[in-house]
């Protein structure tokens, strides 16, 4: 008898055991669980960290324009062989790119390997600059990356006041952002919904008469992003008279931007627009 009660004392103890191991369990989920339950900020950038600079570049292109996928060592484009520019250019900007030390290597080239691509004298006289949209600054962190920015099939005519005003003005910004924020995903070119009223060249190339930038930044605690819509010509009153958020410049565009984070992510970053805090935290460090 002695024995039998001492086995089922045993029995008794490994099935509480059992029970509180079961329940331990249940509690660290649940702990888990509540956990991830935040604003939407910090939800966006857990899922974003997971997510790769291909993904958060990828753009689903406006149905309407034609489009060929380039894929250069530091940017991807989507070439528009008929209109002979960009429908969109997209990159990762990082800290560590924004301190490369490779000279600007000012020759442009037309890719010969894509068809429709202009040719440099096609600008020539023409009064436009030669607009580069992913720019030289941001490829200066190998030999390759930069000779392929001055590749035409990045380059779009815009006017001199434009080029060397407040769109060169906001690239400089996204690069203090990417030595703030780590990296940035940054996506621009022409609006091309809008009727084309002028070409230049022998190839016949579309001049915009507006262009778009929208900016991510996926791994700060609370990510934020932000779009622009500029003219092509001077920007009476600066950048932030062309601040918009990411689903103006959808609407306007017809693309769709960063359609691959979860719709609670892009909701939340494609509503938000707050120029002044984000051109105060764009600011070069003293």
């Known amino acids: 008898m002695k024995r039998n009660k001492k086995n089922k004392f045993k029995s008794q103890v490994k099935y509480a055991t059992y029970l ?16 991830c339950a935040s604003t939407p900020g910090s939800t966006a950038y857990d899922d974003n960290e997971s997510a790769t600079a291909e993904q958060l570049m990828d753009v689903e292109t406006n149905p309407a324009l034609e489009q060929q996928i380039i894929h250069y060592s530091g940017m991807t484009i989507s070439f528009n062989t008929r209109l002979h520019i960009p429908n969109w250019v997209a990159w990762e900007l990082t800290r560590d790119e924004t301190e490369g030390e490779e000279p600007r290597e000012d020759k442009f080239t037309c890719d010969e390997s894509i068809p429709g691509c202009a040719d440099d004298w096609d600008y020539k006289y023409s009064g436009y600059d030669r607009g580069h949209m992913a720019p030289a600054a941001d490829m200066k962190w190998s030999e390759k990356s930069m000779k392929e920015s001055f590749m ?43 009727p084309i009223k002028e070409y230049i060249g022998d190839s016949r190339v579309a001049v915009p008469e507006r262009f778009f930038k929208v900016i991510l930044s996926p791994y700060k605690d609370e990510p934020t992003a932000i779009g622009f819509i500029m003219p092509n010509s001077k920007v009476e009153g600066g950048m932030q008279t062309c601040a918009v958020t990411i689903d103006s410049v959808e609407t306007v565009t017809g693309h769709d931007f960063f359609h691959l984070l979860p719709t609670e992510t892009q909701e939340y970053i494609e509503t938000q627009c707050h120029f002044n805090k984000w051109s105060r935290y764009a600011t070069k460090n003293k």
Not at 165 to 194: F, H
């Open 152 to 194: 035409l099939t990045n380059i779009c005519p815009q006017a001199p006041d434009l080029n060397r005003g407040s769109w060169k003005k906001l690239e400089e910004k996204c690069r203090y952002l990417a030595q703030k924020d780590s990296a940035i995903i940054i996506i621009c070119g022409p609006v091309l919904t809008d």
């Open 20 to 35: 509180l191991t079961i329940v331990t369990a249940i509690w660290i989920s649940a702990q888990s669980i509540l956990s």
